[in-house]
């Protein structure tokens, strides 16, 4: 009962990964085991359940520390039975270290623990919380990009105020508040149904939209001079991008340059609609 939505989803995806590698193995399919081991690993455990367990580590003792501890554990232990096939010396070392659950005797090798079976782990499979997740991702996803679009420094704490006119997606979300935080290094989530003032929006997708409240965080009138700035270099690339493709011989150049032209000439349409459409919204907070 004291699992989170993240601690389902992290056990799912460990589940899932076992499934993976046995069914690798089987088909002697190893770049799909060491592919599967790589997610896990690096996406997974790393860069995403770590991350969000960290204010609970850091907390105070109880039942929502242990079920993180307890989750962590369970990725390593069966992590590590699962990649001890490939890297052997490197997983012994590392099972070596793991603590020992009270009453229980570990094998005293890695070499002779059994390896993680689907069957085993199947009751972790939890379609609900990956798909909840998915949203939490989302949010965290999209408040990144417009972080990188309003030039804002990535470890910069801000304000998020998640705005559904929803009610179940409005409680995914609470339920998600505080993973969403951590990722996203917001100092505060707030889930609402009502439009907040002093921020700006970033849509989600389907009925959400997450409002960032610059004020207080940003400089706002050296944020806009920087926009300002990549603005007026983007327009100078663009029209000489297009003052190349408009001259007489440029027919005469080579398809395989022309494909590129176009794409860089999409990439900088791309840029400057984003840079002025960030500069809009924050001349429009500015005026609030």
């Known amino acids: 009962s004291a699992l ?28 799909m085991v060491t592919t599967a081991l790589h997610s896990l690993w690096w996406y997974s455990i790393c860069d995403t359940y770590l991350e969000c367990t960290k204010p609970r580590f850091y907390g105070e003792p109880g039942p929502d520390r242990t079920a993180a501890q307890q989750v962590l554990w369970t990725c390593l232990h069966t992590g590590l039975r699962l990649i001890s096939p490939m890297m052997p010396f490197l997983s012994e070392e590392l099972f070596q270290r793991l603590p020992v659950p009270a009453d229980t005797t570990p094998p ?31 949010v965290i996803s ?51 149904s009502e439009q907040p003032s002093g921020a ?26 920087r926009l300002q700035k990549k603005l ?3 327009q100078s690339k663009l029209m000489n991008l297009r003052a190349d493709t408009a001259k007489e011989h440029y027919a005469k150049v080579p398809e395989e340059i022309k494909e590129k032209n176009k794409e860089k000439l999409q990439e900088l ?6 840079n002025s459409d960030a500069l809009a919204q924050l001349a429009a907070m500015s005026r609030e």
């Open 200 to 225: 700006v929006p970033t849509p989600v997708g389907g009925d959400c939209v997450a409002w960032m409240k610059l004020q207080g965080v940003v400089d706002l009138t050296k944020c806009q001079e």
């Open 232 to 234: 007026s270099e983007c």
């Open 4 to 31: 989170t939505v993240v601690d389902r989803w992290m056990l799912s995806q460990l589940a899932a990964t076992v499934r993976d590698c046995n069914v690798g193995f089987q088909d002697y399919n190893f770049p």
């Open 108 to 138: 005293e090798s890695i070499c002779v623990a059994s390896y993680p079976d689907t069957q085993e782990y199947a009751m972790f499979i939890d379609e609900v919380a990956e798909e909840q997740f998915r949203l939490g991702q989302k």
């Open 269 to 274: 349409m791309a840029e400057e609609e984003q």
């Open 142 to 192: 999209e408040v990144r990009s417009a972080k990188s679009k309003y030039d804002i420094p990535s470890k910069a704490k801000i304000e998020l105020s998640l705005m559904s006119d929803n009610p179940s997606t409005r409680a995914t979300l609470e339920l998600l508040s505080r993973d969403i935080a951590a990722l996203s290094i917001a100092s505060k989530v707030t889930v609402t």
